[in-house]
Nanobody, 125 residues
Framework: QAQLAESGGGLVQAGDSLRLSCAAS????????MGWFRQAQGKEREFVAG????????TYADSVKGRFTISRDNVKNTVSLLMNTLKPEDTAVYFC??????????????????WGQGTRVTVTS
């Protein structure tokens, strides 16, 4: 299983941008689709964005579509989430996830094999 470590969270104002990064330890990084989930205080964890093993299949939650961009580097074993035009409702702990379906076809979280420890994003109005 991949070991994942997120970085890049912080405190920003509404309208700002932030980039999250996730480094994976797995030598078989391309066996996994990679995704980002988030959990706001008092709410359930929700899917944010996902990307297939070769970077060609990306999926976004409706709430972030057009504002967030997910990408991956299969040489460096990293996945990034560029978040633009941040809103207060984007405030949450963001988790990196390695999904056992390398094509990233369904993002319910049930096929996630590894989770990162989470990085906190706080957006003030």
């Amino acid at each position: 299983q991949a070991q994942l470590a997120e970085s890049g969270g912080g405190l920003v104002q509404a309208g700002d941008s932030l980039r999250l990064s996730c480094a994976a330890s797995a030598r078989t990084f391309t066996m996994y689709a990679m995704g980002w989930f988030r959990q706001a205080q008092g709410k359930e964890r929700e899917f944010v964005a996902g990307i297939g093993w070769n970077g060609e299949n990306t999926t976004y939650a409706d709430s972030v579509k057009g504002r967030f961009t997910i990408s991956r580097d299969n040489v460096k074993n990293t996945v990034s989430l560029l978040m633009n035009t941040l809103k207060p409702e984007d405030t949450a702990v963001y988790f990196c996830a390695a999904d056992r379906d390398p094509f990233g076809r369904i993002w319910t979280g049930h096929s996630v094999g590894s989770w990162g420890q989470g990085t906190r994003v706080t957006v003030t109005s």
